[in-house]
Each structure stands twice: as C-alpha cells, then as structure tokens.
C-alpha cells in the first residue's frame, strides 16, 4: 500500500502539471515551479526533523504517544513558521533575483497550507508508524485528487490564474484534513514538556540536515537557470525533471523494502545477508528500470512532444540525458539507505554538502557552454560522484557494495541455467 500512496501521490502530481502546462504561459510555469520548490524545502525539512523521530520513539515505545504527538506538533508548526517567514520577508528580493514578478505574492498565503498539512502530517505519522498505508494512501490521493479539481473547475469557469493556485492549494489541505480526522482514532493530544522537545530534535537534526541538503541538491539547477535564464527556462528543465521523478518510482518502492530488511540484517551482525539484500534490490531496481529508460531514451522527443507541446522541444534532450544517469542513481540510493540502515546518517550528510557543492560549481561552468544542457551534465556528473562517495565509505564497513552486485548477479545466472535445464528436461519428456 505504500506504494499505492506515493504512486498515487505522484502520478496525481504530474497529472497537475500537465494541464497547468496546457493552460499557463511558459513564463508562468516557471514561476510556479520556483514558488513549489521553496515549499518544498520547508516540507522537507520540517518532515525529516519529526518524521523519523517519531516513527522510532512511538515504535519502541519510549514516549507517550499523546504526548509525542503534541510535541513533533509543535516543531512542524514551529518549523512552518520560520521556513515561511525566511520566503516572506525576502519576496521582494526573491521576485526580483529569480525575474519572476508574481512569486512574492504566490508566497503570500501558503502559511495557511503549511498550518494544515502539520496537523495531517502527525497523523500521517502515526499511520506509518502503525502500518496504515491504505489510510495514508486515502489523504495522499484525496488531497492530489481535490487540487486537479478546483484547477480543472476554475479554469473551466474562466477564473483560474497563477496567483489563485496558492489559494486552491488551501482548500485541498483542508479537504485532507477533514478526511484525516474522519479516519483518524482521534488521537489524544498531552501537554508539551521541554525534555520530550530537546529528545525528538537531537534524533532528528541529522535526518532534517541530510533532507534539506538533498533538496537543495536536487533543486539547486532549478534556481541557477531561473537566476541566469529566466523562469521560462525553469519550465523546460523541470518538465524533463518531472518525468524523472516519475521513472524514479519504482526506485523508490524498492529501496523503502529492502531498507528494513538491510538494517535487521546488519543489526543480526549477518554481513551475508546484509550485502545479498543491498545486492537484490539494486539488480531488482536496474531489472525494473533498465526498458523504461531505453524507451524514454529512444523516444523523449516524441514524449515531450506529447506531454507539453513542440514549444517544450529542448526538454527531450535533458530528459535524454537525466535518464541515462537514472542507472548511476540507483547505486547512490541504495548505498544512501544503506548507510542509514548502518547508523552512519552523518556520513550521508558529509557527501551530500560535497556532491551539492560540486553541483553548483559544474552548473555555472557548463550552463556557459552548453546552456540548459549544461544543467543537465552537471547533475548527472553529481550523482555519479555521490554514488562512488558513499559506496566507498560502505568498503571501510565491511560491506562492499560492488561484490554484492556481482554475487546477485551470478545467483541469478546460476537460476536461469537451472530453469533453462528444467525447461528442456520436460522438453525431452514431452518428446
């Protein structure tokens, strides 16, 4: 069911996307990208610094949960404000540096949006932490599903504008959260102590700071072509951006399964079984993925072209290129989880800081020559550099991450001669 969450989640996204591409200028596009990559952050970090903390405190039951609901309550509530008040009070600025007009008045209202998605949020916790991924499932789709129609019904009603997005984004927050509190077991909410607040950041700092510094990595590209370009190539870049996100998937789906199992292994002290786990899922996410980005590959202008129209015509090349470098991806991911499922989040943190300084470095070089191209070099040059980071520091515990690819890889040649043989022993029975 988690899959069906995020899944839905996403595809409800694009989906959004798409018609917003059909329907707003190109220049507009860009601004709603830039604007939805800020409250990205905010969400991102805000999540990682309670998300985790919650789900191991409320798991081993080392707080009550009543209590422990108020306080990560309190830090996303906490966290909103400040995230919102570092956009509110440099919009002009920002408007201005990102030559995007209407951004500061995008920014305006999405206090409210933040409000309401921390009370969703702490119950979207407690599902996960209980295992409830049909219920997460239902505010994730119903939320996505609420947003494509207030767009759908305004536009159709002639009234749909860049500015009242912000507003509809509003309305689908408060639709989930009724939705929430209908399914919910109307959990209690305890007093607040100061211990229980100091105990849950400690937990979650590094988890927040790896968050924030993966966003900014990922979205870094987005504010250096909005800054050197203009919103219209922000557009471009991030229509072949989200198409990656959506190839990314089953990626995602994979290492999320294999992420417990790596981390009981290793707790077990069963290396074996730890570097069979990391080796499966990579050759399962490379088996999955390896005809989606071939056809993607083949076909991105014909893709492109259908999806947001032949003025979208240089996003075929950068998705080219991006999925391509979605291969090198999933060793970065899965040596990514695998460091966490070890107890080395900080190592995480460290490669990050310099694979996104590397990032911006390359941008600026290459965006001189090759353009919005450039972009896409730089980020892939990036993930290739983080995945050869962090599978290194995995050699120095013990867990080489290149063998357990190759061991996976001769267990299943060794199962494909053993079907063939059974195939052609029946083969000679029926004979």
């Known amino acids: 069911m988690s899959m069906v969450a ?25 601004q709603w990208v830039i604007y939805m990559s800020f409250l990205t952050f905010i969400e991102v970090f805000r999540n990682g610094l309670v998300q985790n903390a919650y789900i191991f405190k409320a798991k081993n039951k080392l707080s009550e949960r009543g209590r422990l609901n108020s306080t990560c309550l309190f830090l996303l509530v906490f ?25 500061n008045l995008l920014i305006l209202p999405c206090i409210i949006y933040l409000l309401i998605t921390s009370v969703v949020r702490i119950f979207e916790f407690g599902w996960i932490c209980d ?24 536009y159709l009603s002639n009234k ?21 509190w209908l399914l919910s077991n109307k959990e209690r909410f305890l007093a607040i102590r100061i211990d229980e607040v100091i105990s849950v950041v400690k937990y979650g700092r590094f988890v927040a700071g790896t968050n924030l510094v993966s966003i900014i990595l990922n979205k870094s590209d987005i504010y250096i072509i909005g800054f050197l370009i203009g919103p219209g190539a922000v557009a471009i870049y991030n229509t072949a951006s989200k198409m990656i996100n959506i190839i990314e998937i089953p990626l995602t789906s994979i290492s999320q399964s294999q992420f417990s199992k790596i981390s009981a292994a290793y707790q077990d002290n069963n290396t074996l079984l730890t570097m069979r786990n990391i080796g499966l899922g990579i050759v399962m996410s490379s088996v999955v993925l390896l005809p989606i980005i071939i056809v993607v590959a083949v076909f991105s202008d014909s893709i492109i072209n259908l ?31 695998t460091l966490d499922a070890i107890g080395k989040p ?7 800081l310099v694979t996104l300084g590397v990032n911006v470095i390359l941008n600026f070089i290459l965006i001189e020559n090759y353009g919005i191209y450039g972009i896409a070099y730089a980020t892939s040059i990036s993930w290739l550099l983080g995945s050869l980071l962090s599978s290194l520091v995995l050699l120095k515990s013990s867990i080489n991450i290149y063998q357990s690819i190759n061991n996976e890889l001769i267990s299943l040649k060794h199962k494909a001669l053993n079907y063939l043989t059974n195939k052609n022993h029946v083969f000679k029975i029926w004979n």
């Not at 404000?81 to 951004?103: A, H, N, Q, R, T």
């Open 6 to 30: 995020f899944s839905g989640q996403w595809g409800l996204a694009f989906l959004t996307f798409l018609f917003l591409l059909k329907i707003l200028k190109v220049e507009e596009i860009g």
């Open 79 to 103: 966290a909103s404000l400040i995230g919102y008040f570092m956009l509110f009070i440099p919009g002009e600025w920002l408007s201005v540096l990102f030559k995007s007009p209407e951004l």
């Open 131 to 154: 295992s409830r991924f049909d219920l997460l499932a239902v505010t994730r789709i119903s939320y996505g599903i609420s947003f494509l129609s207030l767009i759908v019904v305004f």
């Open 160 to 180: 749909l504008t860049l500015i009242i997005l912000p507003y509809l984004q509003i309305i689908s927050g408060f639709i989930a959260l009724i939705i929430v």
């Open 307 to 337: 999806i947001a129209g032949p003025e979208f015509s240089e996003s075929a090349i950068v998705l080219r290129i991006l999925a391509i470098f979605v291969f090198v991806k999933i060793l970065g991911r899965f040596s990514g989880i």
């Open 346 to 352: 900080n190592y995480n943190f460290y490669i990050l």
